[in-house]
């Protein structure tokens, strides 16, 4: 597989998870994001109830305008929730003349099987209290939190709309850890468009270390 990347400079990449809690989506992207500058727009830092996609979707496009790749982490666990993504974003190109390239990032290429839980839980309860929204919670509200999501999670379809916008989907798959997650998303990246982006061991080691020290942006009140 390998995919045309235009000679106009207006290709633009976003790498969308679908994942449920817990399942590295900030470690993840803040590794990558370090590594290579690309942009990164966490839902759990809008802190806004009402008109909260909208504000997600806005700095999204002003990622955008910076830069080339953007990780828009949010669980996008549902069809609806890819669907509003894919709009939203659709009409973000239309204004701009953006070609969009759609790349999955499938955390649960099982499903929230039994394994996934297991490691999804154990990381939550060690992240404890850094977290922007899951905090201050005891552990049956946390586990009953994760379990909506378990429970409503729609599997990656590409046969159909809206998944079948993803150009591409990649397999990180939770149970493994988020390093290795990191380089699967390197090695499809330069398989399928020739991205030639080079990753050191020792550069990598350092990013990933950090990501796992992050300090999420807790709300003020
Ligand atoms: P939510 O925002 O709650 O949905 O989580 P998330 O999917 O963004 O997961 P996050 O990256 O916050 O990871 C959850 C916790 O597990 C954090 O405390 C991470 O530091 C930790 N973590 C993530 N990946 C790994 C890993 O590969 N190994 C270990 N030991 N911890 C990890």
Not at 116 to 125: D, G, N
């Amino acid at each position: 597989l390998q995919l045309q990347i235009n000679e106009k400079g207006t290709d633009k990449y976003v790498l969308i998870p679908v994942a449920t809690i817990g399942c590295g989506k900030t470690t993840v992207a803040l590794t990558l994001a370090s590594l290579y500058g690309w942009g990164h727009v966490q839902n759990d830092d809008v802190s806004s109830k009402s008109g909260k996609f909208r504000t997600f979707s806005n700095r999204i496009s002003q990622a955008f305008s910076e830069h080339d790749v953007v990780i828009v982490d949010r669980n996008n666990h549902q069809f609806r929730e890819r669907q509003q993504l894919f709009e939203a974003m659709d009409l973000m190109a239309d204004a701009n003349g953006y070609d969009m390239h759609y790349i999955g990032l499938d955390f649960l290429p099982n499903g929230p099987a039994q394994k996934e839980w297991e490691v999804t839980l154990s990381r939550v309860m060690n992240r404890g209290d850094n977290h922007q929204t899951i905090r201050n919670m005891d552990r049956p509200a946390v586990e009953a939190i994760m379990k909506g999501f378990r429970g409503r999670y729609q599997p990656i379809t590409v046969a159909k709309e809206p998944d079948s916008n993803f150009e591409l989907v990649i397999d990180v798959n939770c149970a493994r850890g988020s390093k290795d997650n990191v380089t699967a998303v390197v090695s499809a990246l330069n398989d399928a468009y020739d991205m030639d982006l080079e990753t050191k061991p020792e550069e990598l080691n350092a990013a990933f270390s950090a990501a796992l020290e992050h300090k999420a942006k807790i709300p003020v009140g």
